[in-house]
């Protein structure tokens, strides 16, 4: 899993969470030590307006 530093409001412990349990064998972490803590220390998540569901109903 490569973690680059990058916008904050990507860096949230749901998205590292969903990274490792979608591995199976093996995970090997690529980035900064502190982005990966930060990660790990953000909780917040915000709401994100996706348009998945109107586009599934078409």
Do not use: H, W
Request: charged share 25%.
């Amino acid at each position: 899993m490569c973690i680059p530093k990058t916008a904050p409001m990507l860096l949230t412990r749901n998205l590292l969470y969903t990274g490792i349990t979608r591995a199976k064998k093996l995970l090997i972490v690529i980035g900064a030590k502190q982005t990966v803590e930060y990660m790990i220390k953000n909780i917040d998540s915000k709401k994100r307006n996706t348009g998945l569901s109107s586009f599934l109903r078409e």
